[in-house]
């Protein structure tokens, strides 16, 4: 492609141009504070080149809630656009960016990122282990995430963005009717965040198959690390086919190849089969952690222990296998004919039997439990009408004859916002405000946390409940503009008034984590909630070992028992031995480096500096066969000064940090 030098940077709009003013000054308002505050080794040596698994974990969340704030954005622009008839604050190709993008980042780069950065930061812990299975992958994983994050965010003031959606379907997304390089972006970034996640999900079966403390079989897993489990066989199930999938698009749009074109023997629908075989089990790979995040809280604030937990465990595991056998029904319409869609539709209702039976566990764990409303239980219990109403409505979409009619209007995309809003989000959320103080030492403002549960909410459900109404009106998705005539007018703008309400909410969260990280109490428990598992049975925040002697397990809830029969809790000195930790290495960030470079030249079809760059991929590869650093040892004198600054002189841990 023949790409001139002067149009590699936007210019024209002034929406963008204010986006490239603030890039410009937010990353020289960081750099001159690092500087100023001289904190460049501390950066480098505490959380760029870390492989702890607690670290790897925040930086994620980090991440998930800086993207969130740029999806959010690039929601209120659309629903700004489509708050009155013919609004013209964007145009059409704008607004196909836009939506592009909101779609791609907030599956991508803000649920994907939030619940592996929880799933980093509780799973070793839940499971008795000192890290990850392979520590250094891990900070691999992040860092390839981050650099395809941070190559697809720079697309809409760099070269152009993407614009075919977040599904890209072809013939639209090829080069006869794309013949930018926003659709570039979409191909290289997401195959670079790929490849971490896929790791991540290797990392993570190992972990939990191979690292479980003494005594902790299978059955006796927490919840939360058996849906982790599940999920981690999906993503190595899933995500390889979307891999190969990107990489044949890539050849189509780079090299001339005819995989998915209309012309020379492609086929479109070739990729809308590889597209939706991995889209749609990615559903259940942000839903199904979010589930266990659920069965702990409501578990713990419930006081008892979750209700049938067997039950559970196998209808996660009926998701994990009917996840792969329902992904036609996104494109009935496409000409499967009715034997292949009415076997679809069979498969896609069927999925709602296991979720409908962990509906019933939960129910069932709280009846006269004694429970207790927290921010965290609050947005558990919000959890279950909402996404409640999101499951009907799938099991509308499911019908194959209705679903000519829902196709392709707002019905679905309101359905689809009730399953991943209440499905991730709201987990997200009660996990950051359960796991909080295990992760830094303090809690969230309970009462600011309140009013982001209730702004937030409220704000969901007036932007979404109308959609359904306009869908079944027949209000088209992915339409940036609408007629007076059409009498759509006053359900879009409720919604876009939810949308504020909405922003009102996240604004309230983000303002709770500078409020607790100013003013809330550092004195708090170690184990604040009263809380059933292991991760609870360490310092909070947790000490970069995690135990200094590995627990031993001889039931499921094991701190609940190890509490309530006064075993284990205790450390005494010929207890304690060295023990062995992995090392950091800045090796997992230059390779971030080296693929964004790499990634960059691809996207803009440089192909000889793609070529010569990569080489540094290849360096990055041998130096890491020839790494022999086998990490290094902490000393008992130093373990038994960090255990004796959270436990009590009987060696019993105490109920305050000093």
């Given at each position: 492609m ?14 963008i141009?204010?986006s ?10 960081i ?22 698994h ?7 969340i980090?991440?998930a ?5 740029r999806g ?5 622009m ?6 009155r ?12 960016e ?13 649920a994907?990122p939030?619940?592996?950065g ?13 890290d ?7 900070a ?20 152009g ?9 072809f ?11 926003g ?14 996640t896929?790791m ?12 479980r ?25 899933a ?20 995989f ?12 809308a089969n ?6 749609h089990?990615e ?24 209700f049938?937990?067997?039950s ?6 009926a998701i994990?296998?009917?996840s792969?056998l ?24 069927m ?16 009846r006269?439990g004694?429970i ?11 959890f279950?009408p ?28 309101a359905?689809f916002?009730y ?10 959320f ?5 796991w ?9 403002n ?12 409220i ?22 503009t609408?007629s007076v005539e059409s ?15 909405l922003?009102i ?8 984590i500078y409020?607790s ?6 004195n708090?428990?170690n184990?604040p909630?009263?809380?059933r598992?292991?991760?609870?049975a360490?310092?909070?925040p ?9 627990p ?5 809830d094991?701190?609940w ?6 075993e ?11 023990i ?12 971030c480096?080296?693929f ?8 803009f ?5 793609a070529a ?7 360096a990055g ?16 004198d130093?373990?038994?000064e ?17």
């Open positions: 023949d790409i001139k030098w002067d149009e590699i940077l936007i210019t024209g709009d002034p929406i141009l204010g490239q003013i603030a890039i410009l000054l937010t990353s020289l308002g750099i001159g504070g690092i500087t100023y505050l001289k904190r460049w080794g501390w950066l480098w040596r505490e959380w760029i080149t870390t492989v702890d607690k670290r790897i974990g925040i930086m994620y980090i991440a809630v800086l993207m969130f704030f959010g954005m690039d929601g209120l659309m629903k700004a656009q489509t708050s008839p013919e609004m013209s604050l964007l145009d059409a190709q704008h607004y196909n836009v939506f592009t993008a909101h779609g791609v980042i907030m599956i991508l780069f803000m994907m939030f619940l592996i929880l799933m980093n930061v509780v799973i070793p812990l839940q499971i008795g282990a000192r990850v299975a392979f520590p250094q992958l891990n691999l994983s992040f860092w390839l995430f981050f650099s395809g994050a941070m190559l697809f965010n720079i697309a809409f003031v760099v070269g963005a993407p614009d075919a959606g977040w599904t890209s379907y013939p639209l997304a090829g080069k006869e009717f794309s013949p930018g390089i659709n570039n972006y979409y191909a290289i970034s997401l195959q670079i965040a790929g490849l971490g896929l991540t999900g290797i990392n993570f079966i190992v972990t939990i198959l191979k690292m403390t003494k005594g902790m079989t299978l059955m006796r897993m927490p919840m939360f690390t058996w849906t982790s489990l599940v999920t981690s066989v999906i993503i190595v199930a995500f390889p086919i979307f891999t190969v999938a990107l990489a044949l698009m890539t050849f189509d749009r780079l090299y001339g190849t005819h998915f074109t209309v012309a020379a023997g492609g086929s479109d629908m070739l990729w590889l597209f939706w075989l991995w889209g089990p559903v259940y790979i942000v839903v199904l952690p979010a589930f266990g995040m659920f069965s702990e809280i409501i578990s713990t604030f419930s006081r008892k222990q979750l049938g937990y067997k559970m465990v196998f209808s996660i595991l994990a296998l009917l792969m329902v992904w036609v029904h996104h494109f009935y319409t496409m000409g499967s004919g009715a034997l292949v869609n009415s076997f679809f539709s069979i498969t896609t209702m999925i709602a039997i296991p979720t409908g039976v962990k509906m019933f566990n939960w129910l069932f764990t709280m006269k004694r207790k409303i927290t921010t965290a239980m609050l947005w558990s219990l919000a279950i909402n996404f409640v109403i999101g499951g009907v409505t799938g099991v509308m979409l499911a019908m194959g004859a209705a679903d000519y009619q829902y196709h392709n209007t707002l019905f679905l995309v359905h916002h399953v991943l809003i209440p499905g991730v989000v709201f987990a997200v009660a996990g950051l405000y359960y909080w103080p295990k992760m830094f030492g303090f809690l969230l309970e009462k600011i946390g309140k009013w982001h549960f209730w702004l937030f909410v704000g969901f459900n007036v932007t979404f409940m109308p959609m359904f109404f306009l869908g079944l009106n027949g209000a088209v998705r992915r339409s940036y609408f009498g759509f007018a006053p359900l879009f703008l409720l919604s876009a008034i939810g949308s504020v309400i922003a909410g996240f604004a309230a969260f983000c303002y709770n409020w990280i100013r003013y809330a109490d550092r708090i428990s184990d909630w009263n809380a598992t292991l991760e609870w360490t310092a909070s947790v000490q970069h070992y995690n135990f200094a002697k590995l031993e397990v001889k039931s499921a094991a701190f028992y190890m509490k309530k029969n006064n284990g809790l205790t450390l005494k000195d010929d207890e304690i031995e060295e062995h930790m992995p090392s950091n290495s800045g090796l997992p960030f230059l390779m480096v080296a964004g470079i790499v990634g960059f030249f691809l996207v079809e440089w192909h000889l500096l010569i760059s990569s080489i540094l991929i290849i590869l041998i130096y890491r066969s020839f790494d022999y650093n086998d990490g290094y040892h902490i000393h008992k130093e373990i038994k960090t255990e004796k600054a959270w436990r009590n002189t009987e060696g019993k841990v105490n109920n305050h940090v000093s």
